[in-house]
């Protein structure tokens, strides 16, 4: 049966003035990472259930507001947690009813708060030019110096970071430092500290791998894990602890790089973040290609980009199956490496995140040699379209790479079979059908890592029939499938009895 938090004595307090300190307090709880702790403080005003309802009935407008406010910021970072790919609905949706509350009261400072943690939402699902409006709206009413301020400002340079805005993030980090310096919330304070520090890494990782950058971004993360420290944050010092392998990965520290990354996973494992526990795969799986163990680097991007894939983290997954598909290209699986390539460019660009899927569209020409001249010349020009506002300063180098490869392969000489092109052909239709059904399942085989049941989705048949027709009619591909479970029979009543 659950309780009242001991630390809420709210016996004097009227249903309004409870509900306003429960919401105080689980907003606290989420600035620490304790979300089940700021669960259950909410209760019995709401069951903690996502897509559940907070019960409102009886409350002052005002408070009915930051009830539906609070329940949709818990909804989306609790959803998020346990991998609920409708939480940042359910979320957005309690938001905006807040919202027009809030604007019915003529609250313009909440409505911005609010339209800030809607930002949140948006920039968590993918959808970053949602978040970049909601955020910009927020901070033309919080004129105002303060938290609020400070929090919009925040997703803002998230927003901007997905889309390797770098200079833009500098811009708005740099320019508001001032701010940063006078609130007292140490997790806003240390979460400044944070985005510097991964945006002196990324600034100097994509010019010539400037070691200046590096140690700045080194000094922030120290900063930021002071403030963390107060804050009593054991999440985010693991994402500093993360972030810090990055920085030693860029310079070839690897087992130190490995240490932190260890860290990271076991304080992200012992909160029970499944999401974050991800980012510290695909980050070690960032280690293995740089080491050139392709093999271990392509297994646990595997696995990071499950994870993100149930948890509806478009942007997230795109990234990491762009080094999952780098890591199979490494390991001469040209098809399978291309399969994924094209499942980042199609998952980036559902979720707009245009940038992305240039980046995974250039990546694919980069890494993939055999890439028929269609496949090429259609990813360069999208490549171009898509990462044309990108102010990463490597991006323009790799175009003219990879322009120049393109270049060079369209001017090789072509070795031309006179009589496939004048004479004329006689067929065996037979022949062919079955040719080209045995080519298309081993390709199919090969793009999904030899999962049959994978495959049959490809082909839009079903699983048994499929293997079946492995099995009995192209037996030669029963070694580019995986391998048949077989289960164990179950004994039947006679013969355990017979015993």
């Known amino acids: ?65 930051q009830v539906l406010l609070t329940t949709g910021v818990l909804t989306g970072w609790l959803g998020s947690r346990s991998e609920i790919k409708k939480a940042d609905d359910y979320a957005r949706d309690l938001i905006t009813e807040s919202i027009t509350l809030y604007e019915e009261l003529h609250d313009s400072r909440k409505v911005a708060e609010a339209r800030t943690e809607l930002a949140w939402c948006y920039w968590r699902s993918g959808d970053n030019d949602s978040a970049r409006i ?19 400002l925040i997703v803002l340079s998230f927003v901007e970071w997905a889309e390797s805005r770098y ?11 001032p701010l940063f310096d006078r609130i007292t919330n140490p997790t806003f304070k240390g979460t400044f500290h944070n985005q510097l520090g991964i945006t002196y890494r990324a600034i ?33 010092r693991a994402h500093v602890k993360n972030n810090t392998a990055n920085v030693l990965r860029e310079l070839g520290r690897f087992s130190e790089a490995h240490d932190y990354l260890e860290q ?54 795109a990234e990491t199956l762009m080094i999952e598909g780098i890591a199979v290209a490494r390991l001469k699986e040209p098809q399978r490496a291309q399969f994924i390539f094209q499942q980042a460019i199609e998952i980036a660009h559902h979720a707009g995140s245009m940038n992305r899927a240039g980046l995974a569209a250039l990546t694919m020409i980069e890494e993939i040699d055999t890439l028929s001249r269609e ?24 175009l003219k790479r990879a322009r120049k490869k393109i270049a060079q392969r369209q001017s090789e000489p072509q070795s031309v079979d006179v009589r496939e092109v004048l004479f004329n052909k006689t067929y065996d239709l037979r022949a062919e059908v079955l040719q080209f059904e045995h080519d298309l399942i081993a390709r199919t085989l090969a793009r999904v890592n030899g999962k049959v049941s994978h495959a049959a989705k490809l082909l839009n048949i079903g699983y048994q029939t499929l293997a079946h027709m492995i099995e009995h009619k192209y037996p030669d591909l029963l070694k580019k499938r995986t391998p048949v479970r077989r289960r164990p029979r179950k004994k039947s009543k006679a013969t355990k009895t017979s015993h």
Not at 377 to 398: C, G
Request: glycine share 4%.
């Open 1 to 65: 049966m659950r309780t009242t938090s001991p630390k809420l004595d709210l016996s004097h307090l009227t249903p309004s003035e409870q509900a306003e300190l429960r919401c105080r307090t689980a907003l606290e709880l989420k600035d620490r990472n304790e979300y089940d702790a700021s669960r259950e403080a909410m209760f019995p005003i709401w069951n903690g259930i996502i897509g559940s309802r907070p019960s409102i009935k009886g409350l002052q407008d005002s408070v009915t507001a």
């Open 134 to 152: 909601l955020s910009n709206e927020a901070l033309k009413r919080l004129t105002i110096g303060g938290n609020a301020r400070a929090n919009a």
């Open 167 to 177: 200079k833009e993030v500098l811009r708005i980090l740099t320019e508001n430092a």
């Open 204 to 236: 100097g990782a994509a010019s010539k791998r400037r070691t200046d950058y590096f140690q700045r971004a080194i000094a922030e993360y120290h900063a930021a894990d002071e403030h963390f420290k107060i804050a009593r944050n054991l999440v985010y």
């Open 264 to 317: 990271a996973r076991r304080l992200f494992i012992r909160v029970r973040d499944k999401v974050r526990v991800a980012q510290v795969d695909d980050t070690r799986a960032q280690v293995f290609l740089a080491e050139g163990n392709y093999a271990e680097a392509e297994l646990t991007a595997r696995t990071a980009a499950r994870t993100f894939e149930k948890a509806g983290r478009q942007c997230f997954l």
């Open 375 to 398: 496949v090429q010349s259609v990813a360069f020009e999208q490549a171009q379209e898509w990462l044309a506002s990108s102010e990463s300063p490597d991006i323009n180098p790799r």
